[in-house]
């Protein structure tokens, strides 16, 4: 659910009947009001013999609401659903589309209203947020998460103190390329690399390389150089973003002097399945992106390959991401908060795991084995990743980032749009 629904309940002298709607629209079962305390011993004595041999949970009918996006995520949490619902009959999971980057701002508004989701995806990035706006519950057990998660998970979902959510799939993006463009031993390593091969490649309506240049999501890419991070080293920093110190500036000068060779408007390629398409035609030969295309592009018949970033001119290693983790949140509007909890939990079990990876490509968060050639190119990029911090002031970051990006690679003065963005994201 998003919001905790007011549940009113009516107590009388007889033995009456209560329909409890709450978040996620679910139903409690009847109960006796009477006022015969033997009779309401045994009841409760019964109910607790009944939940006990249901792990706990609720043997009431009810129902999850679960948030999530389109696409072949949906299709996991569905196909999640049903295998729950086997598992615990009296639980039927409600699945409703909400985008993974619009689930935090919509949970703050459905949330008390009492139409939210019980259990929603959102990334890492947005727990401290969440937390300090009172919307998610920490999760039941540490040891569902330490140890039994990557160490990238799981340091992803701690904050102060508490772990937040259940890392579902672990995240970075890296280079893609086409194998029938690119002979695997030439693949660039090196942006200089990539400057030289899209000379050769490029012509009217053909790039060398295609990502989503005015996404500040991948602008750790050029603002990472030397080793830069956004809020610092321990992303813990929220009076100074780091945005636009000298080695940002140096790196989104590179960025901003690539665009003859990716010579397109932001706006152009400001939309990301603009690029997925122009990739998987052959009409770029390398793109940008994460885990969450490889369906797409399997399911397009390409022969392609997953590899590290190239580095930056002057570095020796591959350049900066991000790094972060796919959730599953509790709401803290949620009427079933345990059931919440089973569910969520749930789907990190390796049986589930499995399942979203055949569906998704995702990266697991846990240590259960695929057979993918792809897996083992992010894992090389997650050595040079870094997590997207997760405090509050993250929330401030993407939107002037994202200007900032737009207007640099569309000619604006490098370091002007880097202060304005720095002030920007520090703005209170």
Request: hydrophobic content about 35%; proline content about 5%.
């Amino acid at each position: 659910m998003k919001k905790r629904g007011i549940v009113s309940v009516l107590l009388a002298t007889t033995m009456v009947a209560s329909l409890l709607t709450g978040c996620g629209s679910k139903n409690a079962g009847n109960k006796n009001n009477g006022d015969d305390k033997a009779t309401q011993t045994t009841e409760s004595q019964e109910t607790s013999e009944e939940e006990a041999g249901n792990g706990g949970l609720t043997t009431d009918k009810i129902t999850l609401k679960v948030w999530e996006s389109s696409g072949q995520t949906e299709d996991f949490i569905k196909q999640a659903g049903e295998a729950f619902t086997a598992k615990y009959p009296n639980i039927t999971i409600e699945y409703e589309n909400v985008e993974v980057g619009d689930a935090n701002t919509q949970i703050a508004l459905d949330g008390p209203g009492g139409v939210g989701a019980d259990v929603f995806a959102t990334p890492s990035n947005t727990i401290g947020g969440l937390v300090s706006g009172g919307h998610i519950l920490p999760v039941e057990n540490e040891s569902d998460i330490v140890g039994k998660v990557a160490a990238s998970c799981e340091s992803a979902v701690h904050y102060n103190g508490n772990y937040y959510g259940y890392p579902v799939a672990d995240e970075t993006y890296a280079l893609f390329y086409n194998k029938d463009l690119i002979p695997e031993a030439n693949v660039p390593t090196t942006w200089e690399d990539v400057e030289k091969f899209s000379q050769e490649f490029n012509s009217p309506g053909k790039y060398g390389i295609i990502w989503n240049v005015a996404d500040a999501y991948y602008s750790p890419i050029f603002t990472g150089k030397g080793g830069n991070k956004l809020f610092g080293e321990a992303g813990t920093d929220g009076s100074n973003s780091y945005m636009n110190s000298a080695q940002a500036l140096e790196g989104m000068k590179y960025f901003q002097s690539f665009r003859q060779y990716l010579d397109v408007p932001s706006a152009d390629v400001s939309d990301n399945s603009v690029c997925l398409a122009a990739f998987t035609s052959g009409n770029a030969a390398m793109y940008i992106t994460g885990p969450w295309n490889v369906a797409s592009c399997e399911e397009a018949g390409m022969n392609f390959g997953v590899t590290a970033l190239p580095a930056l001119p002057g570095d020796d290693h591959p350049a900066a991401s991000f790094s972060g983790a796919r959730t599953m949140q509790v709401s803290a509007y949620t009427d079933y908060p345990k059931e919440a909890h089973a569910f969520a939990k749930f789907l990190i079990s390796d049986e589930m795991q499995q399942l979203r990876y055949e569906l998704t490509g995702a990266i697991p968060s846990t240590s259960i084995t695929v057979d993918s050639e792809y897996i083992t190119g992010f894992q090389k990029q997650l050595e040079y990743a870094y997590p997207m911090p997760s405090i509050p002031e993250i929330d401030n970051f993407w939107d002037p980032m994202k200007s900032a990006c737009s207007n640099i690679w569309d000619g604006a003065d490098v370091q002007t749009e880097l202060e304005s963005c720095n002030t920007a994201i520090l703005a209170k």
